[in-house]
Nanobody, 128 residues
Framework: QVQLVESGGGSVQAGGSLRLSCAAS????????MGWFRQAPGKEREFVAAISGSNGNTRHADSVKGRFTISKDNAKNTVYLQMNSLKPEDTAVYYC?????????????????????WGQGTQVTVSS
């Protein structure tokens, strides 16, 4: 069983920054794909970013490219999402997720059904 706990959410003004953390327990996640998704009120949950376990390659949604950066610390079994230049449209609940299939491809990391475990989410609110 894997537990994922997000933290670091909060309220910030447009242009500000936040760093989200996702701490994993129950299993070492250094070799699997980890992803961040978000869900705004009244909208579908959408892909934000993912990081490969094998080589650390990353992938970011076009809407956050250049502003958000996913990273991980294998020693801490933790994945991060650094969010800069935040916009009101970034307001959402942010979820981290783990794909435990060692054969998964980062190119498929935007698909929610690829992921086996999800955190409870952390709220990010950006005011204008």
């Amino acid at each position: 069983q894997v537990q994922l706990v997000e933290s670091g959410g909060g309220s910030v003004q447009a242009g500000g920054s936040l760093r989200l953390s996702c701490a994993a327990s129950g299993r070492t996640l250094s070799s699997v794909i980890m992803g961040w998704f978000r869900q705004a009120p009244g909208k579908e949950r959408e892909f934000v970013a993912a990081i490969s376990g094998s080589n650390g390659n990353t992938r970011h949604a076009d809407s956050v490219k250049g502003r958000f950066t996913i990273s991980k610390d294998n020693a801490k079994n933790t994945v991060y999402l650094q969010m800069n230049s935040l916009k009101p449209e970034d307001t959402a609940v942010y979820y981290c997720a783990a794909d435990l299939n060692y054969n998964s491809d980062l190119r498929q990391s935007h698909r929610q059904y690829e992921y086996d475990y999800w955190g409870q989410g952390t709220q990010v609110t950006v005011s204008s």
